[in-house]
T-cell receptor
Framework: GAGVSQTPSNKVTEKGKYVELRCDPI?????LYWYRQSLGQGPEFLIYFQGTGAADDSGLPNDRFFAVRPEGSVSTLKIQRTERGDSAMYLCASSPLGSTDTQYFGPGTRLTVL | KQEVTQIPAALSVPEGENLVLNCSFT??????LQWFRQDPGKGLTSLLL?????REQTSGRLNASLDKSSGRSTLYIAASQPGDSATYLCAVPSGYALNFGKGTSLLVTP
């Protein structure tokens, strides 16, 4: 079956603009995660959804970052007033049930803020 | 806070060599550990998941071991090939999240 997909694959924006990054998890997976990866670093956790609700958003760096998953499937990560420091690879992952399962990662969205 | 360290940071070997990648973690109260592969500019591919009750997992030329008490895991790659060139990341759960090391960048030369 299809894996996790993310769109766009690349996004270039200007400082101060608003961006939305989309994640389509594997069908039937109830758990969805967003991570951010800077060059030369491992991914860092941002937020975890179980169904439609954000079960843990402790990794969001500040209130410019927000994520939704209104129907328990597709998720959108939203970044307001982008800053150059937001430039990174944004990775989405899903798993069948939750945190004890293997997480399956998408190809990522490379965000560049000029 | 769980800290994950991977050694070495980078490794270059000739094709055919067996090699070992190391991962250590500070909090031994984990219920599993995952090894991932990441190609440049790409997402992560899960290689092996070891449950806390297991000591080893094998998939093809890959073998991962887990020693919870010492906070260590190793990924053994047998008969390395140029196609194995990638960054290898280990990750342990911390709450709902996965905590990742910075990875080992592996280059296998023909």
């Amino acid at each position: 079956g299809a894996g996790v997909s993310q769109t766009p694959s690349n996004k270039v924006t200007e400082k101060g603009k608003y961006v939305e990054l989309r994640c389509d998890p594997i069908s039937g997976h109830t758990a969805l995660y967003w991570y951010r990866q800077s060059l030369g670093q491992g991914p860092e956790f941002l937020i975890y959804f179980q169904g439609t609700g954000a079960a843990d958003d402790s990794g969001l760096p500040n209130d410019r970052f927000f994520a939704v998953r209104p129907e328990g499937s597709v998720s959108t990560l939203k970044i307001q007033r982008t800053e150059r420091g937001d430039s990174a690879m944004y990775l989405c992952a899903s798993s069948p049930l939750g945190s004890t399962d293997t997480q399956y990662f998408g190809p990522g969205t490379r965000l560049t803020v000029l | 806070k769980q800290e994950v360290t991977q050694i070495p940071a980078a490794l270059s070997v000739p094709e055919g060599e067996n090699l070992v990648l190391n991962c250590s973690f500070t909090d031994s109260a984990i219920y599993n550990l995952q090894w991932f592969r990441q190609d440049p500019g790409k997402g992560l591919t899960s290689l092996l998941l070891i449950q806390s009750s297991q000591r080893e997992q094998t998939s093809g030329r890959l073998n991962a071991s887990l020693d919870k008490s010492s906070g260590r895991s190793t990924l053994y790659i047998a008969a390395s090939q140029p196609g194995d060139s990638a960054t290898y990341l280990c990750a342990v759960p911390s709450g709902y999240a996965l905590n990742f090391g910075k990875g080992t960048s592996l280059l296998v030369t023909p």
